[in-house]
């Protein structure tokens, strides 16, 4: 199966299902056709370790969604593969591969020339732009951005006239049409989301990488963003999109990666990943199920068994300590 | 009425004066920085003072008229090299603290002593005088010698120079500038080809009425001669069309980008450091045809091109409005000419006994620049987009 062939065949459900069936739900387990591989990141910031993955492979051609509580080390993990930040483990194992090209000490300018665009949690719109140069910038090799070459019209207007036309027509359907001449400051803060994304497509990436898209989005804009999303795997496009909220999580993705502190805790399809210990000890603490205002639980017999655990704990970590 | 002709004779000296000129062509260069790109240079005085040394000494060496010119670019480029490769990569704020220790590097070792064979280039503190390297720019004055009055008709030739005439023609001025500034602000109905066409007009009624009520009377080539103001205005065109080209095209648009957002612009695998480099570069170019400009009709003066020239600078490109075109120009000629005007009222009516004598001529000088001083507080406060800046982006946070 050639790589076009398993782009548009990957629209329809059911081959996405069975393309991933055979993966092992296990965390760092290998995909047919991983697009991203990640080895051995590891970032601390003094003591703190932020992020320690020891492998990752990303499916090409789905929608992967990387989720985790809070400080689970997501976002950092973005920073850290896209070049904007570096690993504390580079040059010592860290190496990590995008579409077969190596990135362990690519610039996050050079990462993105390669074919992996990504947005910001905060929106990095750049306000006192109007929203159409917001869009013509994220054009890749323009000729009028060489300074040797931008005086001179002729060489670069055919090419600008091409890159306006692909703006206007990602404009009109992430539905910015009419704000084009506004400056992407006045904008608010779901169309600036909307703008972000619509930029990040002028490259043509080959993957996505969204970083809580649908934070401070209202109801009615989500549903609109994630069919873009959607549509943009339809085309071909792989996406890895970090998120919090569960039911966009379930609703489009693919896969599902968990972290938390700073690991893989888990990865599976959407429906099974949510019932998996790991996730929910890591979401909601190893005793959400302990019922606080149950009477029942004063007796003696369950004290006892909460003071064991406590001891056991506590052990545990002199143990730790020791060694 | 002739206290105020005084006035305003003085006004339009300084208003064509090359020395204004060489100013708003630095100031142009600043705006390429800190207007289009964000950066902090409070050095633009070093390029200035780079260009001038480059293109003096290389003069006094015997070396031609067009490879001191390059001679001057030359060193300018490298200093922005040196400055932007450690700096750039950092946040904006270094490249701040670094050009201004680095123009007062620049401007002490140009007025040291010490090292015989640097002092036998610069002169020291003494400067070069300006005698040893204008010969070869005078001789190329296509001018005859005399002196000539623009315009040779004036307002004194219309009913003997009657104040009547006079204030009927600068009623006309301000009219003229009035209506000017309600089609700039699209209050007329006038689009496109006919509002430029209308503009163009209006501003060259202005400066034939100002020549009219206030004519300037210079020599043909001589020092701060009509030679030296037509090349210094002809340069300020020069590079305001290099610089309309630059910020209207790709490039120009990337700048702003990197201005508005550096990691924005990497995540759209633009090579900022190239970018804020190439715009470090240019911008000093332009300071440094700026200060050869500036010593041509002067002197090669490590003091006279210091921090007050910088902050001058910043001053005349806030007034003007930074990102603008025109900014730098206005912004030049309204500060310069400003100064004069508020030297010269302080002169005549607070320093005189006719008047009000409360002030001696030194204080009078100092007077402006407080006067001075006040009116860029106010205007920061109150206008800080400058005169030609577009409000609405003001509107939101930077």
């Known amino acids: 199966m050639s790589e076009t062939t398993t782009a548009k065949g990957l629209a329809d459900p059911a081959a ?36 320690d993955v020891d492998h990752l492979e990303v499916q090409r051609g789905i929608i992967t969604a990387l989720i985790g509580p809070n400080g689970a080390g997501k976002t950092t993990f973005f920073n850290l593969i896209t070049g904007f930040d570096r690993p504390t483990s580079a040059g010592r194992g860290a190496h990590w591969s995008f579409d077969g090209a190596t ?34 910038l994220g054009a890749q090799n323009q000729a009028g951005e060489n300074l040797a070459k931008c005086l001179i019209k002729p060489f670069w207007s055919a090419q600008e ?20 001449k506004d400056y992407a400051g006045s904008l608010s803060g779901g169309q600036r989301k909307l703008l972000e994304m619509a930029r990040a497509l002028m490259s043509d990436p080959k993957m996505i990488m969204l970083d809580e898209p649908m ?51 888990a990865e599976g399809p959407a429906d099974s990943v949510m019932s998996n210990t790991a996730v929910i000890d890591a979401y909601l603490g190893a005793h959400h199920d302990t019922d606080l205002g149950d009477d029942a639980l004063l007796s003696d017999a369950t004290l006892e068994q909460l003071e064991a655990e406590v001891a056991a704990e506590e052990a545990e970590r002199e143990e730790e300590q020791r060694s | 009425m002739d206290d105020i002709q005084g006035i305003l004779n003085a006004m339009m000296r300084t208003a064509v004066d090359p020395q204004t000129a060489a100013v708003a062509i630095a100031v142009i260069g600043l705006n390429i920085h800190f207007g289009y790109t964000g950066l902090i240079n409070i050095g633009q005085s070093a390029f200035m003072l780079l260009g001038a040394y480059g293109f003096a000494i290389s003069i006094t060496q015997g070396w031609p008229l067009p490879v001191a010119i390059l001679v001057g670019l030359a060193v300018a480029f490298v200093f922005a090299l040196v400055l932007g490769v450690p700096t750039l990569k950092l946040r904006g704020d270094y490249l701040a603290i670094v050009t201004i220790s680095a123009a007062e590097i620049i401007r002490y070792v140009g007025r040291s002593g010490g090292y015989e064979s640097l002092s036998n280039l610069t002169n020291a503190a003494q400067g070069i005088a300006g005698s040893q390297y204008r010969t070869p720019f005078t001789d190329l004055s296509p001018f005859p010698t005399g002196t000539t009055q623009l315009l040779p008709f004036n307002y004194l030739d219309v009913a003997g120079g009657s104040t009547v005439v006079r204030l009927l023609g600068w009623l006309v001025v301000v009219a003229a500038i009035w209506t000017a500034v309600r089609i700039g602000r699209r209050k007329v109905g006038l689009e496109g080809s ?25 020599r043909n080539t001589g020092v701060n001669g009509w ?79 210091g921090r007050s020239i910088t902050f001058f600078a910043y001053t005349a490109l806030l007034l003007g409005g930074a990102a603008t075109i025109w900014g730098p120009v206005l912004g030049s000629l309204i500060f310069f000419v400003g100064r004069v005007f508020l030297i010269g ?13 409360i002030m001696n001529g030194q204080q009078t000088s100092q007077f402006a620049f407080i006067i001075v001083g006040v009116a860029l507080m106010l205007l920061v406060i109150f206008r800080p987009q400058g005169i030609l800046g577009d409000k609405r982006e003001l509107r939101f946070n930077v």
């Open chain 2, 345 to 357: 009222v302080a002169n005549t009516y607070l320093s005189s006994d006719d008047y009000l004598n």
């Open chain 1, 103 to 136: 990135l362990d000490r690519t610039s996050a300018s050079k990462v993105a020339k390669s074919g992996m665009v990504r947005t910001f949690q905060l929106t990095k719109a750049l306000s006192r732009m109007t929203v159409m140069d917001n869009m013509m």
């Open chain 1, 161 to 180: 006239k091409q890159v306006e036309e692909k703006a206007l027509a990602l404009l009109d359907r992430f539905s910015l049409l009419e704000k084009r």
């Open chain 2, 194 to 218: 006919t509002r430029t066409l209308a503009m163009v007009g209006l501003t060259a009624l202005v400066v034939v009425l100002l020549f009219f009520l206030a004519p300037v009377s210079q």
């Open chain 1, 215 to 265: 934070a401070g989005v209202n109801p009615a804009l989500t549903q609109s963003l994630l069919g873009h999303i959607q549509s943009l795997r339809d085309e071909g496009t792989t996406v890895l999109f970090v998120e919090h909220d569960m039911h966009v999580v379930r609703h489009i993705s693919d896969w599902v990666v968990v972290m938390a502190e700073g690991k893989l805790v």
């Open chain 2, 227 to 305: 030679w030296f103001t037509v090349v210094a205005w002809i340069l300020v065109g020069i590079s305001l069309i290099i610089v309309l080209g630059l910020t209207r095209s790709p490039w120009g648009r990337a700048l702003k980008g990197v201005r508005e957002d550096e990691d924005a612009m990497r995540s759209l695998g633009k090579n900022v450091f190239a970018i804020k480099m190439q715009a470090l570069i240019i911008g000093g170019l332009f300071g440094a045809i700026g200060g050869m400009m500036y010593v041509l009709p002067a002197a090669v003066q490590p003091d006279a091109l």
């Open chain 1, 16 to 51: 996405r299902r069975q393309l991933m069936s055979g993966v092992e739900p296990e965390p760092g387990s290998s995909k047919p056709d991983p697009i991203l591989k990640v080895d051995n990141i590891v970032r601390q910031f003094g003591g703190i370790t932020a992020v």
